[in-house]
T-cell receptor, first 112, second 114 residues
Framework: NAGVTQTPKFRVLKTGQSMTLLCAQDMNHEYMYWYRQDPGMGLRLIHYSVGEGTTAKGEVPDGYNVSRLKKQNFLLGLESAAPSQTSVYFC???????????FGSGTRLTVV | GENVEQHPSTLSVQEGDSAVIKCTYSDSASNYFPWYKQELGKGPQLIIDIRSNVGEKKDQRIAVTLNKTAKHFSLHITETQPEDSAVYFCAASPARNSGYALNFGKGTSLLVTP
């Protein structure tokens, strides 16, 4: 039982490049979330999903897209990376019966 | 939307002392209030949570209290130990029209000195 696994752990992108961050959970959780964490800003919600095939915007969705084609996976895409997207990205999930999040270990992204 | 404010931003205590972190929230519809501990280089980990129909909850050395009227909740850590040093985040969930998404405070960096 691995919990929530994020891939990759580290990445450096050039401005304008694209990439996809993968979040995979093996707990059969319905709800999944992507947050970004910046110094002094706490955790801010980017997008979330309440179930397979559904996604919704959070507080800071601009510049990101998401997909949830399979219940266990939640992908976060950056179509054209900008330096402002330099951050640590966390994925989290929970089930309907328990609102407590299980977080992944994060992806540290640097855009130069 | 929900706004969660957390104080203090940094807290230093001596080993064995108590630590208290306070949070306020704005949305009266919020009904779930978890606390997370984040160690350096790791993801946040749930340490305790409370629902709006409960005023206090304890788990060994940690406790959370909730005052729904005043819209604030607090984390209490007693008999602090050096391994309690970490960043602590409070959060609140408005629980409607948001997929139970949590709104987080900006964190409190707790340092426990031997």
């Amino acid at each position: 039982n691995a919990g929530v696994t994020q891939t990759p752990k580290f990445r450096v992108l050039k401005t304008g490049q694209s990439m996809t961050l993968l979040c995979a959970q093996d707990m059969n959780h319905e709800y999944m979330y992507w947050y970004r964490q910046d110094p002094g800003m706490g955790l801010r919600l980017i997008h979330y999903s309440v179930g397979e095939g559904t996604t919704a915007k959070g507080e800071v969705p601009d510049g990101y897209n998401v997909s949830r084609l399979k219940k266990q996976n939640f992908l976060l895409g950056l179509e054209s990376a900008a330096p402002s997207q330099t951050s640590v990205y966390f994925c989290a999930s929970h089930t309907t019966a328990n609102y407590g999040y299980t977080f992944g270990s994060g992806t540290r992204l640097t855009v130069v | 939307g929900e706004n969660v404010e957390q104080h203090p931003s940094t807290l230093s205590v001596q080993e064995g002392d108590s630590a208290v972190i306070k949070c306020t929230y704005s949305d009266s519809a919020s009904n779930y209030f978890p606390w997370y501990k984040q160690e350096l280089g790791k993801g946040p980990q749930l340490i305790i949570d409370i629902r709006s129909n409960v005023g206090e909850k304890k788990d060994q050395r940690i406790a959370v209290t909730l005052n729904k009227t005043a819209k604030h909740f607090s984390l209490h850590i007693t008999e602090t130990q050096p391994e309690d040093s970490a960043v602590y985040f409070c959060a609140a969930s408005p629980a409607r029209n948001s997929g139970y998404a949590l709104n987080f405070g900006k964190g409190t960096s707790l340092l426990v000195t031997p």
